[in-house]
Each structure stands twice: as C-alpha cells, then as structure tokens.
C-alpha cells in the first residue's frame, strides 16, 4: 500500500482515537498546515518531558534535556 493511502486510511479508522498525531510524526507530515493548526512554533512540535521523568531519568546532569520552548 503506497504510504500515502496508508496516512489518509489510518486517519479516517483512527481519528478520535487520538493515534493521528503519532501517524503524521511518522510520515512526516505534522509539520504542515490545517485546520486550525499553523506551523509557525517549531518548538512546539514535540511535547513537554514531565519534570518527575527528567528528575528520575539518571543521576548525570544534563541526562535527559527538557525539549525546546518548554
């Protein structure tokens, strides 16, 4: 299945299951526009690292780093 077809068929099964955003990260496509998505804030393409992760993640600093504009 050419993958194009499989991003827009695995968008309509999946929608309100909360699965597009992963799909279009995979494909690479989050980084467009629709609706009311603008992709203007780069830094907000990827979520926040919860600070309790980043605190339990290894006793090195700088270990885990907070993603940008968090």
Excluded: C, H
């Amino acid at each position: 299945m050419v993958p194009g077809l499989l991003l827009r068929e695995r968008g309509f099964e999946l929608y309100w299951e909360r699965q597009r955003r992963t799909d279009m990260m995979t494909f690479d496509k989050y980084k467009g526009t629709w609706t009311e998505k603008t992709n203007t804030d780069k830094n907000k393409r990827l979520f926040p690292i919860p600070q309790n992760a980043i605190n339990g993640a290894s006793n090195l600093p700088g270990y885990l780093v907070q993603n940008p504009g968090y």
